[in-house]
């Protein structure tokens, strides 16, 4: 048989050479790629087109869920488990909603991350059992009317633009519009209106409020 062939993503070079340390261990799984960030990952997917996208949820610059949703949609094919510290209702719904089959605590027991592999590959959806059951239950209510209700209004953050929730993901990162457009390598203009759309879009009119919104929708992690 093939080996699941896997890309690692996370922003923290040790816990990189962990996990790949323990992947090297499991029979049938073969790492070909690594990044460091939400973009180097997006490239790597592209060159690799590995069966498993093992992600960071918490990745700046480009934040794991929206890598997750990006991935999702060009690739529907790549299994994505989603890695966290978080085990919060939110963050797990936005990740299955952003299309993770897989979310696993990065505190989980070492035989979970091989567990987690094989359960998605074979199709099934994992979860790590500290996780609520009730968070599965809601994810499934709440998909169940989102079906019902065809004509249903998106989410306002679901409705934001891939480029409008990588500026609030910087704005919420403490970037100034300056910041922005170097970063994004656009003009500080285009910088400043898709700040302007942003708000209009969430009717959210101070950097603070854009800031505690990205921390309820899961774009960053509170700080500790």
Request: contains cysteine; charged residues 25%.
């Amino acid at each position: 048989m093939k080996p699941t062939r896997v890309v690692l993503a996370d922003d923290h070079t040790l816990v990189r050479a962990g996990i790949r340390s323990l992947l090297s261990t499991m029979r049938g799984i073969e790492v070909v790629g690594e990044a460091g960030n939400g973009h180097e990952t997006l490239e790597i997917i592209k060159q690799q087109m590995p069966d498993v996208l093992l992600l960071d949820i918490a990745m700046s610059g480009l934040n794991g869920l929206e890598v997750a949703s990006r991935v999702h949609k060009e690739y529907s094919e790549i299994k994505i488990i989603m890695l966290s510290m978080h085990s919060t209702e939110e963050y797990v719904l936005q990740s299955l909603r952003a299309g993770a089959v897989g979310y696993l605590l990065k505190d989980a027991a070492l035989n979970e991350l091989e567990i987690a592999l094989n359960a998605v590959t074979r199709g099934e959806t994992y979860l790590s059992p500290s996780v609520s059951k009730y968070v599965v239950d809601e994810y499934k209510r709440r998909m169940s009317v989102d079906e019902i209700k065809v004509n249903a209004t998106e989410s306002p953050f679901e409705q934001l633009t891939p480029r409008q929730r990588e500026v609030l993901q910087l704005i919420a990162e403490g970037c100034s519009t300056k910041d922005i457009a170097r970063k994004l390598n656009i003009s500080i203009k285009t910088a400043d209106a898709h700040r302007t759309q942003l708000m209009e879009r969430l009717d959210i009119h101070d950097v603070a409020g854009l800031v505690r919104y990205a921390i309820r929708v899961g774009v960053v992690k509170p700080e500790k």
